[in-house]
């Protein structure tokens, strides 16, 4: 990483990114060997282009489409070129991260114009220096031009040109779409409140204002796609409101807007998703599909009044994350086997549980989509349905005209199911009513929020339903946690900590020498996590546990005799993962809350 104080970078070497710039240090770093120099040279002698020609040197060698001479398996992209260029002149290479950026810094610092002209962008200000993300800093020209329009000291990334241009395309249109709405409804804001003002009859507010927040609608939408967010927040505060996105389970603050925006964009988001604009004190339920790159998008909007006005939550489901091959659930070869045991029993009912945001879904829809096939009729009660799917019959429950899980599940034997999922069996009725279609032969599947395997237990008979009915019908449950999963380009092992060891053999377990650990690298934004994966504690409903329902068995002893079974905690299931460097224990215990979870 270079820093630049006061504007003295002229002693820069010059490079224009020309052949006769590119392929000595390429060459000298072992990413070119004679023979593809002369692939090179023959090239550009074919196409009439000159050695020295800044605009079609970078350009002719990655059309080319080489591979890299020390690594001939991976290809010569602009990022490896501009990789090799940054180690040889003490610079950094940078890959973009929106939750890195400051939208004020990165859009007033320069205008658009000069960002386009040049192939920059600024970053964020951090420690007195503007970091900033350029193409080519090697022109003098250019860091004289900087000088004019900061006297802050800078510091330089370089990044690929695709990148940049899409954040300029990205963010100077999103900011230029919230102040102009912004000025549209603070305008109209102003005038309501003049008693004088003329007022047209049957004027309406000018359309512009709305394309400006179908704009910031939009990229909002398509960011947190492109970065892998499974829900969006936009929350009121009293001076701005805050957008943030959930990545690999954890928040993370992304932008502050004007309250008059947000405002607007809640009602736009309410629209794409038909619920009632006008209804701002009742929280509100809706859903609607977004197309990116061709990959559906199924978003589930629900809507809060809190102190400064409406929060909005966005839960984004994709097919890339909710539908998935059994064996990608994370399960151990043992468990998968004994989950499709219980798939595979015609009549029977299957529970999976966890809180909100453990994979639930993501379980239960991937099985489902793994039987579903021409032969079987699949049905779905959902409140609200989470993501459609064209091999299963959806219907989602509306209580407001007294259409719940109950009263759907009695009609729902009459439309010839084979498999019925229920989205959560919330009370005695709907219990009743899903044990009764599993004993009437139909495979049944459905979800509670419990803790682990044992408490699903007591919570049916807490609900009511009698010990001789879920003895009958229940052929296993599944209870699931999400651990975020090891970045595989940073992680390292490491010498196990004091303070894990002591987990480890409170848990009847010897400490390993080493374990894995992710010191954090651009690609999992310094967290050392990239992505998640399941753990799970899977309990066959057999004759032993049968008994102890039928003896009510206390809900301590439960667990008891889950372990004495030898059924793995969730904990254990972690610990797993941990020891196969797929996750950490911080992780599993973070998740599990410990030995006992």
């Not at 020295?52 to 070129?81: H, I, N, W, Y």
Request: charged share 25%.
């Amino acid at each position: 990483m270079t820093t630049i104080d006061h504007c003295a970078f002229h002693s820069h070497t010059r490079l224009d990114y020309s052949l006769n710039d590119l392929l000595p240090i390429l060459e000298q770093a072992g990413e070119l060997d004679p023979e593809r120099r002369r692939i090179v040279l023959d090239q550009a002698r074919q196409r009439d282009i000159a050695l020295d020609d800044p605009l079609s040197g970078l350009d002719l060698l990655l059309g080319l489409k080489l591979t890299r001479a020390k690594a001939p398996r991976e290809r010569l992209t602009e990022e490896s070129v501009l990789r090799t260029l940054a180690a040889r002149f003490g610079l950094e290479f940078k890959r973009l991260d929106v939750l890195e950026l400051d939208l004020e810094v990165s859009t007033r610092t320069i205008s658009e114009g000069f960002a386009r002209t040049n192939l920059l962008v600024p970053l964020r200000i951090v420690d007195g220096h503007l970091e900033i993300l350029v193409h080519n800093p090697f022109r003098p020209e250019l860091l004289e031009d900087m000088c004019r329009v900061t006297t802050l000291p800078l510091r330089l990334f370089l990044g690929t040109r695709a990148e940049i241009t899409r954040l300029i395309d990205d963010f100077y249109q999103f900011r230029q779409a919230v102040k102009a709405a912004e000025q549209e409804f603070l305008s109209a804001s102003e005038s309501l409140a003049n008693q004088e003002q003329r007022v047209r009859v049957g004027d309406r507010s000018d359309p512009r204002s709305q394309k400006h927040v179908s704009k910031a609608v939009d990229y909002l939408l398509h960011t947190a796609l492109r970065e892998r967010a499974s829900d969006i927040h936009l929350e009121p505060k009293r001076d701005a409101s805050l957008v943030r996105f959930r990545i690999d389970g954890v928040l993370h603050p992304l932008y502050r807007l004007p309250l008059t925006v947000h405002q607007a964009m809640i009602s736009r988001l309410k629209g794409l998703s038909r619920l009632d604009i006008s209804e701002k004190r009742r929280p509100q339920d809706g859903r609607v599909q977004l197309v990116l790159d061709d990959i559906r998008t199924d978003v589930r909007i629900s809507t809060i009044p809190v102190a400064f006005g409406e929060k909005m939550v966005l839960r984004l489901l994709s097919s890339d994350t909710t539908l998935k091959k059994l064996d990608e659930l994370g399960m151990e070869p043992d468990k998968l086997a004994l989950f499709r045991s219980f798939l595979a029993r015609s009549n029977s009912l299957v529970l999976v549980t966890g809180p909100t945001g453990s994979g639930k879904s993501t379980t239960l829809y991937s099985a489902m989509k793994t039987l579903a096939h021409s032969g079987v009729n699949v049905l779905t009660l959902e409140d609200p349905i989470e993501m459609v799917v064209d091999d299963f019959n959806q219907i989602g429950v509306q209580p407001k005209i007294g259409v719940d899980f109950g009263q759907v599940l009695r009609h729902i034997l009459r439309q010839d199911p084979d498999i019925v999922m229920i989205g959560e069996m919330r009370d005695l009725n709907t219990a009743q009513e899903a044990v009764q279609a599993a004993l009437t032969g139909h495979l049944v599947l459905s979800t509670l929020h419990t803790n682990d395997a044992a408490s699903s237990i007591t919570r049916l008979l807490d609900l009511g339903l009698d010990a001789f009915l879920i003895n009958a019908a229940l052929a296993g449950i599944v209870a699931q946690r999400l651990v975020r999963t090891l970045c595989p380009h940073c992680k390292v092992p490491i010498q196990t900590p004091e303070d894990q060891a002591i987990l480890w053999r409170s848990s009847g377990l010897d400490a390993p020498e080493t374990v894995w650990s992710g010191p954090g690298c651009e690609f999992c934004r310094n967290t050392g996590y990239l992505g998640r994966t399941g753990i799970h504690e899977i309990l066959p409903f057999d004759e032993e546990v049968q008994d102890a329902v039928r003896q009510d068995t206390n809900l301590t002893a439960l667990r008891r005799l889950v372990r004495a079974k030898g059924v793995a905690s969730l904990f254990q299931s972690g610990i797993v993962k941990v020891l196969a460097g797929t996750t950490t224990m911080d992780e599993v215990v973070r998740v599990t809350g410990g030995v006992n979870g």
